[in-house]
């Protein structure tokens, strides 16, 4: 039997500096609106933006967190990223293992 989804969310975004990504993701935990965040170096992007190709080196914010906590985090990533239009981008998570849920259920919204 298929278990039943995790109320887990994973959420992507980009910061344009490593310094920037560090600061908005220990915010983010602060805050408990996220139990961890990875930090992924050394993305090159390449986008449009009003109108033009664009390039930029970025860092990838992966922010683990929960469905109750979404609208609190992204109002969040608006008011601390540098950014015009962050990105954020939100994932379901389908299972995973208990233990890491449960841990991240926990650390997420006190």
């Not at 986008?47 to 970025?58: C, K, L, Q, S, T």
């Not at 609208?71 to 890491?100: K, M, N």
């Not at 259920?105 to 006190?110: A, I, N, R």
Request: glycine content about 4%.
């Amino acid at each position: 039997m298929p278990r039943e989804a995790a109320p887990a969310r994973i959420v992507l975004t980009t910061a344009g500096t490593a310094d920037e990504a560090r600061k908005l993701a220990r915010a983010l935990v602060e805050r408990r609106l996220a139990a961890c965040v990875n930090l992924i170096p050394n993305l090159h992007s390449i986008y449009r933006w009003h109108d033009a190709v664009e390039e930029a080196a970025e860092v990838l914010l992966v922010i683990k967190t929960t469905a109750e906590q979404l609208s609190a985090l992204e109002a969040a990533v608006r008011e601390l990223h540098s950014y015009e239009v962050p990105e954020f981008l939100v994932l379901d998570v389908v299972s995973g293992s208990q233990p890491y849920l449960d841990w991240l259920l926990g650390s997420v919204g006190k």
